[in-house]
């Protein structure tokens, strides 16, 4: 069954500090990535996706990601974070039912705290 | 921007008792899934639903859930016999005219069973 790893559930970083939060997948097939992010008492929101093309993907609010199909990887990454980034972000992927719909396998989380 | 939106945001209830969760998805969107978080936990899926029927529902979706299209617009989770361990967030999404689109999410509804 398909799964996702998040390594770390928890970060905390001072603002300008430079982050990366690592997503492993185990599907070996085609795959489509996303990041969503929830701020506190808010949903999830999409934060940026990887479909196909450039494995470097930009979203929203300066995050950018890499899928690295040889790893398995989709890393998140932003240079700087600031306060308003504190959030919990989530590792999603797109995968298969037999009906050939699509359900969404998440990862545990990261949550993130940065600090003024 | 079209939001998915969900209510009640938080619902109390009593254990044996029923509860409806309503969303309203996306007003074009096709496509529409219940996913939930128990606390501390991942987001794990539920159910989809398209063309006014189920299409694909995991193992946790057993005969105390349904779900249901009753008009144009709702999208409702009912828990026929409430457990303890349905206490969890609960999120409504919806994706577009692709099944392989990306999925909106709602706001959630916790549900905290006593």
């Known amino acids: 069954a398909q799964s996702v790893s998040q390594h770390n559930h928890h970060v905390i970083l001072s603002e300008a500090a430079s982050l990366e939060l690592g997503c492993n997948y185990s599907?070996?097939?085609?795959?489509?990535l996303f990041w969503y992010v929830q701020y506190p008492g808010q949903h999830l929101q999409l934060l940026l996706k990887?479909?196909?093309?450039?494995?470097l993907v930009k979203g929203i609010k300066g995050f950018e990601a890499e899928f690295i199909k040889s790893k398995f990887s989709f890393n998140l990454r932003k240079p700087s974070v600031q306060w308003s980034d504190t959030a919990e972000y989530f590792c999603?992927?797109?995968?298969?039912?037999?009906?050939?719909?699509?359900?969404?396998?998440f990862g545990t989380g990261t949550r993130l705290l940065v600090s003024p | 921007e079209p939001e998915v939106t969900q209510t009640p945001s938080h619902q109390v209830t009593q254990m044996g008792q029923e509860v409806i969760l309503r969303c309203v998805p996306i007003?074009?969107?096709?496509?529409f899934y219940w996913y939930r978080q128990i606390l501390g936990q991942k987001v794990e899926f539920l159910v989809s639903?398209?063309?006014?029927?189920?299409?694909?529902k995991s193992e946790i979706f057993d005969d105390q859930f349904s779900v249901e299209r009753p008009d144009g617009s709702n999208f409702t989770l009912k828990i026929r016999s409430t457990k303890l361990e349905d206490s969890a967030m609960y999120f409504c999404?919806?994706?577009?005219?692709?099944?392989?689109?990306?999925?909106?999410f709602g706001p959630g509804t916790r549900l905290l069973v006593l």
């Open positions: 999603a992927v797109n995968t298969p039912m037999n009906t050939g719909f699509q359900k969404l396998v």
């Open positions: 999404a919806s994706t577009g005219q692709g099944a392989w689109e990306t999925q909106y």
């Open positions: 007003s074009n969107h096709l496509y």
């Open positions: 639903f398209y063309n006014n029927e189920i299409s694909e």
């Open positions: 990887y479909f196909s093309g450039d494995p």
């Open positions: 599907y070996g097939g085609t795959v489509n």
